[in-house]
């Protein structure tokens, strides 16, 4: 299996800035993930981000809103920009899983954001 | 959108009995997957049955799949404390041009008291 680290495990932002988020897998992967869980909440897939082109964002999630980067098959970043206490969440990065079982997805321990 | 709902949306039982949970989807699959989380952290995969599977095991789990109903169900079977976590199944839909997508259901808290 995978093991996916992301940063900062936390963090409190101010309403009108933005937060980095950072994804790191000890493997190379072609198809990372981006997910939202709001409090109390399932989880709602943001983009999907493969190496080499732009991210595949889902209805309702904008580039402006949630630029990602995806510059090598072990790493991505997904920016909260402009934030409001409505993108307070936890955002999880997500990854395929191994060759044998690539329909399973092995999760990051998620970034839990609180906007005041 | 988000095409799983699960019942029930919260669960409590004592060691040692069984925990059912319910997954309802509303297209077609390629699989059906069950996810835990505990305390809001990452998620980890469970199990996977595919479409054509109508039962699978792993360990103290039991899961059913029955595509003419368009449901699941999870069964944890001698229940743990450890066992306490939010269960998530999650649908990779067939025909989806999003290789990899899962749709996740709403979720349900399982609390095994000891």
């Known amino acids: 299996s995978a093991v996916i680290s992301q940063k900062p495990s936390r963090d409190i932002c101010q309403r009108g800035t933005s937060l980095t988020i950072q994804c790191q897998v000890d493997?190379?992967?072609?198809?990372m993930f981006w997910y939202r869980q709001q409090p109390g909440q399932s989880l709602t897939l943001i983009a999907t981000?493969?190496?080499?082109?732009?991210?595949?964002?889902e209805s309702g999630f904008v580039i402006d809103k949630f630029p990602i980067s995806r510059p090598n098959l072990t790493f991505s970043t997904l920016t909260v920009s402009n934030m409001s206490p409505e993108d307070s969440s936890i955002y999880l990065c997500?990854?395929?899983?191994?060759?044998?079982?690539?329909?399973?997805?092995?999760f990051g321990p998620g970034t839990r954001l609180l906007v005041l | 959108s988000q095409q799983g709902e699960e019942d029930p949306q919260a669960l409590s039982i004592q060691e040692g009995e069984n925990a059912t949970m319910n997954c309802s989807y509303k297209?077609?699959?390629?699989?059906l997957q069950w996810y835990r989380q505990n305390s809001g952290r990452g998620l980890v995969h469970l199990i996977l049955?595919?479409?054509?599977?109508r039962e699978k095991h792993s360990g103290r789990l039991r899961v059913t799949l029955d595509t003419s109903k368009k449901s699941s169900s999870l069964l944890i079977t001698a229940s743990r404390a450890a066992d306490t976590a939010s269960y998530f199944c999650?649908?990779?839909?067939?025909?989806?041009?999003?290789?990899?997508?899962?749709?996740f259901g709403q979720g349900t808290t399982l609390q095994v008291k000891p």
């Open positions: 997500s990854v395929e899983g191994t060759a044998r079982n690539r329909e399973t997805q092995y």
């Open positions: 493997s190379q992967v072609t198809m």
């Open positions: 981000a493969n190496q080499g082109s732009e991210a595949t964002y």
């Open positions: 297209t077609s699959i390629n699989n």
């Open positions: 049955i595919r479409s054509n599977e």
């Open positions: 999650a649908t990779d839909q067939k025909g989806s041009s999003n290789t990899g997508k899962l749709i």
